[in-house]
């Protein structure tokens, strides 16, 4: 399966058959222009113009926006529930986050997490190929925080997300941290290609590396 980072917290993945959109952006919220797609499913994090634009990927036959169990054409979706802050949701609600597996791949897309996890929502994610965070800070967990969740869950391929890049809406965004800090405070390999293409047993060895991935354009 392949996947291609839309911007901000998005990303498309795909294999032969299906696709899944994760967090669609409104572009003119998030600075970011967002590109034409396609997808069979859709998942959001929160409700949250970052983060829930739906309406901008076509062909869709679920929208999944919540927590539960799914089972779309093959692929297996849970939706784990968590906040958007470090206060149980008091200051930004509730957030989603999902485990998504598609050709014995098992990717984990936090959204908009705002605090470490337990070890019994570690247990909930379990094993995981790669790992999608936000690292940016102020709205969600920050660099730091970001290094100790991804130690928590292990995964193979980690993938930074929300953070700060050219192009963001310097009125909503300008706060938001650059991922180098996250970089350092993992301190592992860091590759970068124009698409992230994994199979099951793509990696073997135990290696991880960090996925520093461009703009799908």
């Known amino acids: 399966m392949d996947v291609l980072y839309l911007g901000h917290s998005s990303f498309r993945l795909t294999n032969r058959k299906v696709s899944v959109v994760c967090d669609p952006f409104d572009p003119v919220v998030v600075g970011l222009k967002f590109p034409k797609v396609s997808a069979t499913i859709v998942t959001i994090s929160h409700d949250h113009k970052d983060h829930n634009n739906f309406a901008a990927v ?28 470090a206060k149980k949701g008091q200051e930004r609600g509730q957030n989603t986050m999902y485990v998504i597996e598609m050709d014995g791949v098992r ?6 997490l705002g605090h470490v996890i337990s070890e019994s929502i570690v247990n909930q994610i379990g094993d995981i190929d790669v790992l999608m965070i936000p690292v940016g800070g102020e709205y969600t967990i920050g660099a730091n925080e970001a290094a100790e969740v991804a130690r928590l869950i292990e995964p193979n ?4 997300m929300h953070y700060q890049m050219p192009g963001l809406n310097s009125e909503s965004f300008s706060k938001l ?32 590396i960090i996925w520093r991935a461009p703009l799908f354009k």
Do not use: M, R
């Not at 076509?58 to 802050?85: A, L, R």
């Not at 990717?107 to 908009?112: F, P, T």
């Not at 941290?177 to 994994?198: N, R, T």
């Open 107 to 112: 990717i984990a897309h936090l959204g908009d």
């Open 177 to 208: 941290q650059p991922v180098e800090p996250f970089i350092s405070a993992l301190g592992i390999k860091v590759e970068s290609a124009p698409k992230l293409s994994i199979k099951a047993d793509s990696y073997t060895n135990g290696d991880q």
């Open 58 to 85: 076509n062909d869709v036959k679920k929208v999944i926006n919540g927590p539960g169990e799914y089972e779309i054409e093959g692929v297996s979706v849970i939706g784990i529930s968590s906040f958007h802050d």
């Open 157 to 160: 391929v980690i993938v930074p």
